[in-house]
């Protein structure tokens, strides 16, 4: 899921929305691993109360329960879920060093056309004026970069 990107133009940074993903996949994390906390009281792992013994003076406790092979298969969805998540949050931080180190590396037009391009998510009309270019040597040098491996 990639998170929409906002009108206004500082927001519509490439490195927010990439740290907002990170975000989003780590509160799905959590709610995942709630979830199996949930199904394990649900299936009654932890006994009454999640307490280690029985008491035998209370009534049992109101609730939802499900059968142990239940349990065990929503747990595995949720195991299988995080293990997802775990390596698309891998991935997005991996992407955001990997920007990171191509935009500290790049001087120039280069650098200033891959902030306004990449970083900052303007089209090659807007960082042709704002660099006073035309949006043809934008294209040129855009260009010349992704021939690099750099875009």
């Keep these: 899921?990639?998170?929409?990107?906002?009108?206004?133009?500082?927001?519509?940074?490439?490195?927010?929305?990439?740290?907002?993903?990170?975000?989003?996949?780590?509160?799905?994390?959590?709610?995942?691993?709630?979830?199996?906390?949930?199904?394990?009281?649900?299936?009654?792992?932890?006994?009454?109360?999640?307490?280690?013994?029985?008491?035998?003076?209370?009534?049992?406790?109101?609730?939802?329960h499900i059968s142990f092979l239940e349990g065990l298969e929503m747990m595995k969805l949720d195991e299988e879920r995080i293990r997802t998540l775990t390596e698309e949050r891998k991935e997005l931080r991996r992407s955001k060093r990997q920007i990171q180190k191509i935009y500290e590396n790049l001087t120039g037009y280069e650098a200033q056309i891959y902030l306004n391009r990449v970083i900052l998510k303007m089209t090659q009309a807007k960082t042709a004026d704002k660099m006073s270019l035309s949006v043809r040597q934008v294209q040129r040098i855009e260009s010349d970069m992704k021939d690099k491996g750099l875009m």
């Design 1 to 64: 899921m990639i998170a929409k990107p906002s009108n206004d133009r500082e927001e519509r940074n490439l490195f927010t929305e990439i740290d907002l993903q990170i975000m989003l996949c780590s509160e799905k994390i959590k709610n995942h691993r709630r979830s199996i906390q949930k199904a394990k009281k649900m299936c009654g792992w932890y006994g009454p109360n999640e307490v280690g013994g029985l008491d035998y003076s209370r009534d049992s406790a109101p609730g939802v």
